[in-house]
């Protein structure tokens, strides 16, 4: 009877025993370990790209003259020495090619008729830059000789290109990179090739501006990658607005399902937007209609003025969504002078004041339109609610 009833109570407390094991079990140290877990699988759920963007990279004669460092050897890397740690800061770093590399033969020459030593290539993409747009009013200032050599030495080494191409093939080739867990597309146009009549039946070789044209080459592009980066050589030069040819243009890329829009050949910077279509996948995506010139021997006042451009995208594995992140710029200015005896051309990124210490070319008169420079960026890039990134 006795046992019987202590098994009656032992039963009963059956049920406070297991509750109190699984109090212990779910203590809150143990809980905040367990949402610890899956905020962490919430974060590795997230995977991102980031790129870097800037304009248009030209070699005008004094450039060459500057890097030459004997006869027929030059080396252009130094230009890009104080812009060099920045631009390796992103996965994916983009620029406009305004050039040709038509080989010695054909004599190295500036405007109006642009032939580059390679080594200028060998800089480039020593200083960073991942794939190159060629699509612009120079690229067939030596012929289509000058384009397929300059599609050449890309190929030799290694960089990807777009806007000009050796085959029609190569141009109905739709370039889609991965990386990270994303891709993307990059399509380049210009609006001319100057007085260069692109040779009948290769219409191949250079990618003019034709909205129908664009239009049909984003949707394709966008059946093949995530994103869709799209680089238009256009407007006036010199001119620090957009002008409508250009809104138009741009309007009808966005109505295609265009992602991200970047626009050179001005020579100076112009303003963007942002914009929401129900044709592309980010939240937000944004035009810039000109991020002027990178590295030119044009040193008027705006001329002589660029930015970096930085915008990283995420996608959520989970939900398959795409965000724009961290839109930012950063300042440049092309600076023209003598360095220790030594005559130069130097990209140098806005900085803190540290940073420009051991720059001791840097006269009073050049450090006025070095930040003038900047301010004329900041002013300018502002204006559609860019964010500056801090020294």
């Not at 380049?188 to 250079?206: C, F, I, M, R």
């Not at 989970?318 to 023209?336: A, D, E, G, M």
Request: aromatic share 12%.
């Amino acid at each position: 009877m006795k046992f019987h009833n202590r098994y009656i109570v032992l039963t009963s407390l059956f049920p406070f025993i297991l509750l109190f094991l699984g109090l212990i079990i779910i203590s809150p140290k143990n809980f905040l370990v367990s949402a610890g877990s899956i905020h962490h699988a919430v974060q590795d759920s997230i995977i991102s790209l980031k790129f870097i963007a800037v304009g248009d990279l030209m070699c005008h004669s004094p450039e060459y003259q500057y890097a030459e460092v004997s006869a027929d050897s030059f080396d252009f890397r130094p230009f890009f020495k104080y812009v060099k740690p920045a631009l390796h800061d992103a996965d994916i770093c983009i620029g406009n090619l305004e050039t040709v590399l038509g080989g010695k033969d054909e004599q190295y020459s500036g405007y109006p008729f642009f032939n580059s030593p390679d080594a200028f290539l060998d800089a480039v993409k020593d200083a960073g830059f991942t794939n190159l747009t060629t699509a612009n009013n120079h690229c067939l200032d030596r012929g289509e000789k000058g384009i397929l050599r300059t599609i050449q030495q890309l190929q030799n080494k290694g960089i990807p290109y777009v806007g000009t191409a050796d085959s029609q093939r190569d141009k109905d080739s739709i370039r889609v990179f991965r990386k990270n867990g994303i891709s993307f597309s990059l399509l380049a146009y210009s609006y001319s090739t100057n007085d260069n009549d692109v040779p009948k039946g290769k219409e191949y070789l250079v990618s003019l501006i034709d909205t129908t044209k664009i239009a049909e080459d984003i949707i394709a592009a966008k059946s093949k990658s995530d994103i869709v980066i799209l680089s238009l050589h256009f407007g006036d030069e010199y001119k620090r607005k957009q002008s409508k040819w250009q809104e138009a243009v741009v309007e009808k890329a966005i109505q295609a399902g265009a992602d991200i829009i970047i626009g050179s050949h001005p020579h100076v910077l112009e303003p963007g937007k942002f914009f929401h279509s129900d044709k592309s996948c980010l939240d937000s995506g944004f035009v810039v209609y000109s991020l002027g010139n990178f590295l030119a021997n044009q040193q008027e006042r705006y001329k002589d003025a660029a930015a970096i451009l930085l915008f990283t995208v995420e996608k959520n594995l989970r939900t398959n969504k795409f965000v724009l992140r961290n839109v930012s710029y950063i300042p440049t200015w092309v600076f023209k002078g003598s360095d220790n005896e030594k005559k130069v051309f130097y990209i140098i990124p806005e900085s803190d004041t540290a940073g420009y210490s051991a720059m001791h070319f840097l006269h009073r008169s050049a450090q006025y339109h070095m930040h003038q420079a900047f301010n004329d960026t900041k002013q300018t890039l502002s204006s559609f609610q860019l964010y500056r990134k801090t020294p």
